[in-house]
T-cell receptor
Framework: NAGVTQTPKFQVLKTGQSMTLQCAQD?????MYWYRQDPGMGLRLIYY???????DKGEVPNGYNVSRLNKREFSLRLESAAPSQTSVYFC????????????????????FGPGTRLTVL | GENVEQHPSTLSVQEGDSAVIKCTYS??????FPWYKQELGKRPQLIID?????GEKKDQRIAVTLNKTAKHFSLHITETQPEDSAVYFC?????????????FGAGTQVVVTP
């Protein structure tokens, strides 16, 4: 059981280049998330997917797109990278969607991937 | 939306002493409050969480308290050890409405000196 995996671990881009960060989970979770982490800023939500087939913007979505390919995989795309997108990117997943007391008890816990360190020159 | 403030931003303690980190939240509908520990270069990992139907939860040397009226919650670490050195993040969410979306605090850098 690998949990949440991310590729690549490190990436250096030039301004204007594009790339896709990959994330997969094997915990049969419904919800998946992309965060960026900058020094002193904590974790900021870029996009999330409450369930397969749905995606929504988070706190800082500009410059990014996402695809929920299937229940396991959630990718983040930078179409035209900018130096301001230099950051550490974390994918996370949680059991998420449910009903009634089950959701209340289990929905919130998020499990994080190992992160991707991205530098845009 | 939810806003979470975390204090202090840095905390230096002597080994064996206690450490306390405090967070406040703005959305009275928030009902789930996890704490994550992040060691240098590693991913955030859940260390303890509390839901709004309880006021306190303890797991060995760590405990979390929640005051719903004042909308604040705190992490307490007793008998600190060097391996407790890390960045700690609090978070809040309304699990009944937001499909598990968490709003994180800015983090507290804890340094435990021998």
């Amino acid at each position: 059981n690998a949990g949440v995996t991310q590729t690549p671990k490190f990436q250096v881009l030039k301004t204007g280049q594009s790339m896709t960060l990959q994330c997969a989970q094997d915990m049969n979770h419904n919800s998946m998330y992309w965060y960026r982490q900058d020094p002193g800023m904590g974790l900021r939500l870029i996009y999330y997917s409450a369930s397969e087939g749905t995606t929504d913007k988070g706190e800082v979505p500009n410059g990014y797109n996402v695809s929920r390919l299937n229940k396991r995989e959630f990718s983040l795309r930078l179409e035209s990278a900018a130096p301001s997108q230099t950051s550490v990117y974390f994918c996370a997943s949680s059991l998420g969607q449910g009903t009634g007391d089950w959701r209340y008890l289990l929905g919130g816990t998020q499990y994080f991937g190992p992160g991707t360190r991205l530098t845009v020159l | 939306g939810e806003n979470v403030e975390q204090h202090p931003s840095t905390l230096s303690v002597q080994e064996g002493d206690s450490a306390v980190i405090k967070c406040t939240y703005s959305d009275s509908a928030s009902n789930y409050f996890p704490w994550y520990k992040q060691e240098l270069g590693k991913r955030p990992q859940l260390i303890i969480d509390i839901r709004s139907n309880v006021g306190e939860k303890k797991d060995q040397r760590i405990a979390v308290t929640l005051n719903k009226t004042a909308k604040h919650f705190s992490l307490h670490i007793t008998e600190t050890q060097p391996e407790d050195s890390a960045v700690y993040f609090c978070a809040a969410s309304n699990s009944l409405d937001s499909w598990g979306k968490l709003q994180f605090g800015a983090g507290t850098q804890v340094v435990v000196t021998p």
